[in-house]
């Protein structure tokens, strides 16, 4: 049966964030994820775990500077640097974080390409930054992510399909290098959810949902999620499928089609 995380950077924004992690549990989860714990301290985040019995399953590296519209460094040469810090200031958060069952995947954002930089420079830095990632991080057995991202949302993105992500795995050598599998990416970039997860499964890490178009709950949209999720359980998935996506309405009313998966009619 699918196990789902509440994405709190889009879920219940109808709240202040620290609040979130209440209303996730009020919602019958058991897990969250968000995209950036940076701004809050460790101990404030595990308090908040700790006393809503939620257990932590995703978070991104630092991704440079989100507000002046930087998606990731992980392709820029001049920010080797920072990324190792980066790396660092997230192993802090992964051992704040980390449950008893396991400590929580972080995803790196690789970023985008800069106008005339050369892309195999770019994949060159990459692969070494991945490789600095991956080993560090494995010291505290934690899975590292890279997520391919369609071209519409984020123009000049990097990496953009799976089959991408899977070369660059192959050429980092690392064994807790896998794919973060959004299928609201996938849909928009190729299509093929399902063969695609079939084919990359022993490299995917991580699965993400929203429906398309508008990146809303499903139901809303034109993928068949409840066709999509039970290919998934039936695929031997056993890991979170993260609820990324903007509740179209308020959150609550936007998780009425998980009850209609769980009685087995249509979203």
Known sequence: MTRFAANLTMLFQERP???????????GFDAVEYMFPYPYAPEDLRAQLQEHGLKQVLFNLPAGNWEAGERGIAVLPDRQEEFRQGVTRAM????????AEAP??????????????????ARRVLVENLRYAASELAQVGVTLLIEPINPHDIPGFFLRTPDQAAALI??????NLRIQY???HQ?????????????LQEQIGHVQ????PGRHQPGTGEINYPFVLRALDEAGYGGYVGLEYVPEGDTVSSLAWMQGLREGVGV
């Open 17 to 27: 964030f620290l609040e979130r992690f209440a209303a996730a549990r009020q919602a």
């Open 92 to 99: 802090t958060y992964v051992e704040a974080l980390r449950s």
């Open 104 to 121: 929580p995947l972080v995803n790196c954002l690789v970023g985008k390409l800069p106008e005339g930089a050369a892309p195999d420079e």
């Open 170 to 175: 192959a050429d980092v050598g690392a064994d």
């Open 182 to 184: 959004d299928l609201y």
């Open 187 to 199: 849909q928009r970039t190729e299509g093929q959810l399902l063969d695609t997860f079939r084919r």
């Open 209 to 212: 949902l929203a429906d398309v």
